[in-house]
């Protein structure tokens, strides 16, 4: 009953920009952290960025100056505002949600979208 959707996936080349958004929505009542992570095929799934409930960002190091994690609370949404893309940074982007929902028998858990692809080429 929770999905997580993201979106803003593509193509960009080297040097452009992308926005990818997720939205938590369903049967949930209240999220705290969510984060942007990132895999690449037979690579372990990295973390690229997180932001909590209150609005405290972290980065991985190749995404700080380049990338900024936002958040709307009321809409249970973040974004992530890639700038000055490199060829490295293409994978599949995947959102998760720390969360509580009204199925989780009081437990906070991990959510994760299903992913969009972004591809950084000339």
């Known amino acids: 009953q929770v999905r997580i959707a993201e979106s803003g996936g593509g193509s960009a080349q080297p040097g452009g920009s992308l926005t990818l958004t997720c939205e938590a929505s369903g049967t949930i009542i209240s999220v705290s952290d969510m984060a942007w992570y990132r895999q690449v095929p037979g690579i372990e799934r990295e973390l690229v960025a997180s932001i909590t409930d209150g609005g405290r960002t972290e980065y991985a190091s190749s995404a700080k100056d380049r990338f900024t994690i936002s958040r709307d609370n009321d809409k249970n949404t973040i974004y992530l505002q890639m700038n000055s893309l490199k060829s490295e940074d293409t994978a599949v982007y995947y959102c998760?949600?720390?969360?509580?929902?009204?199925?989780?028998?009081?437990?906070?858990?991990?959510?994760w979208g299903k992913g969009t692809q972004v591809t950084v080429s000339s």
């Open positions: 998760k949600a720390h969360l509580l929902a009204s199925t989780g028998w009081g437990r906070r858990i991990d959510y």
